[in-house]
């Protein structure tokens, strides 16, 4: 378990199957760690064929032996939490290696109402983002402004909690509505207090945790939340999300080094997918988007949403890979293509006269383009009981090729079914390892 430090990053618009990147990865690693987002995060896990769904707790949490770290960066809603901790309990699951930050932020059920207030508000002139409505923006928008926020740690001081409380409440009564349970400062702390009690023993200074675990030559494994096309910096802006879901995010979202960082694994699925509001330039609305979203039950694990449907996005994903510095690729969801007759791969955007293949992280800008496509030929074979690139179809591995080509880097891994066993592994993820041990 010697060596530098492993991050998982989603490439697209979130949903892209880290989950299971991270879960085939999780047992090389001392712990897994969460950096950023909150609960509008959904990691589903296939482990001996029983599926877990999990939003905040980190997918350390199924490999006896791996703690699962909850970062300073992340907004932890308690409820969530709890909720998550007392499920993988009911199935056997020991939940004894979760640890949260002392420093996290708390989202807060007045934080909920706000977002859906903002969103009910922005619909009328056409600004709605899309949110997963669990409170994420205004919880981050909190730890900003610097007032009435509420930290984990000030779950376990009960004067402290109502002094946050009592701060939040009065500047909220001034645009959430007027009476609202949200804002009942003596339920709030009541509540908050008995969540503390809680997770008391779980909670602790990660920054110093996770610092001992790599001076003592254990590597960590960063699960990104979200996506980069979503980070609030380098994302489609307004409509991201509130956090750096790049790996520029893990310094301070967990207080390590950048320098810890030995590989960056990019996630991108073989077509693209966006849930909520925002530019999707090759989005199908059409039969071939639909049979995609059924044949890869593309429904949000957080909110069950369908979500938008595209080709996939070769200057999206360029774009992507450059930003995070990603060392392999792991392209998922193959599977879900076969039977197509062609696949199409955007390879740039058209504005008018002009054409670019640069990406454009700008929700309005990006809404703008036409893309251009090239098309290769489908393959019909069903391709999940593969396990090497060479018991691929011909136009599967040409298709995996023009991606490798564009983004300039190689494939580490091959995703060709929700199976932990469903994946190919080219070697190549392995042997950045043990260049970077
Ligand atoms: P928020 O994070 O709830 O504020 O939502 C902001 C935008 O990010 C919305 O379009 C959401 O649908 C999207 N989003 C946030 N987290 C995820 C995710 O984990 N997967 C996919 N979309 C997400």
Redesign the pocket.
Known sequence: MTGKSTAVVGLQ???EGKGKIVDVLAREHAAVVRYN?GA???HSVVVNGERYALHLVPSGILFPGVKAVIGNGVVVDPEVLLAEIDNLEVRGVDTSGLVISSRAHVVMPYHKLE?RTREAAADSDGRK??????G??PAYADKAQRFGAVRVCDLLDRDRLRRRVSEAARLKAGFLPAGAEELNVDALVDKAAAQGERLRHRVSDTTYLLNEIIDSGGRLLFEG???TL?DVDHGTYP????SNATVLGIGPGAGVSPTCIGRVLGVAKAYST?????PLPTEQNNDIGNRIRERGREY?T?TGRPRRVGWIDLVALRYSVMVNRVSALCVTLLDVLSGLDELKLCVAYRMGERVTDCFIPDGEELGKVEPVYETLPGFSHDITSARSMDELPGPARAYLDRIRSFAGIPIGLVSVGPERSQTISTGVARELESATA
């Open positions: 618009w979130g949903d987002g509008n995060a959904g977002d983002i899309g949110t997963t409505g669990r994420i923006g939340a979200n996506a979503l409509f991201v999300t509130a966006r849930v909520g509001s925002g949000g957080t």
